[in-house]
């Protein structure tokens, strides 16, 4: 069972940091190809819909990052044991309306990052979300 165990969320104010991580554990060689997924986060703040921030691609380590995001969080990621394996998100920079639940999430590589990312329907494993709250 693929399991996605978020961490590092909290309340910071405008223009301060934080890294989130996610350990992935649980995959198998029966889950597409093992080292071939897009793995990365969404976000849903209040009243609104979940849409895609960022993503990486574990096979050759292409990056996509929405336009709101984009030159404040850089996502990362390492592979342990078989199976195992944690995506980072550093968060500079900051902002009010960065607030909102933030979850990892994992998708087959089998289309361009920005089409996977651009809707949640291709997402085939998802955490239980962290809140991430920022004050101006």
């Known amino acids: 069972e693929v399991q996605l165990v978020e961490s590092g969320g909290g309340s910071v104010q405008a223009g301060g940091s934080l890294r989130l991580s996610c350990a992935m554990s649980?995959?198998?060689?029966?889950?597409?190809?093992?080292?071939?997924?897009?793995i990365g986060w969404f976000r849903q703040a209040p009243g609104k819909e979940r849409e895609g921030g960022s993503c990486i691609d574990t096979a050759e380590g292409r990056t996509y990052y929405a336009d709101s995001v984009k030159g404040r969080v850089t996502i990362s990621t390492i592979s342990s044991d078989y199976g195992k394996r944690t995506v980072f998100l550093q968060m500079n920079n900051l902002k009010p309306e960065d607030t909102a639940v933030h979850y990892c999430a994992v998708a087959d590589y089998d289309r361009p990052l920005p089409v996977l990312w651009n809707v949640d329907h291709f997402i085939k494993h998802w955490g239980q979300g962290i809140q991430v709250t920022v004050s101006s």
């Open positions: 649980g995959f198998t060689s029966d889950d597409h190809t093992y080292d071939d997924h897009a």
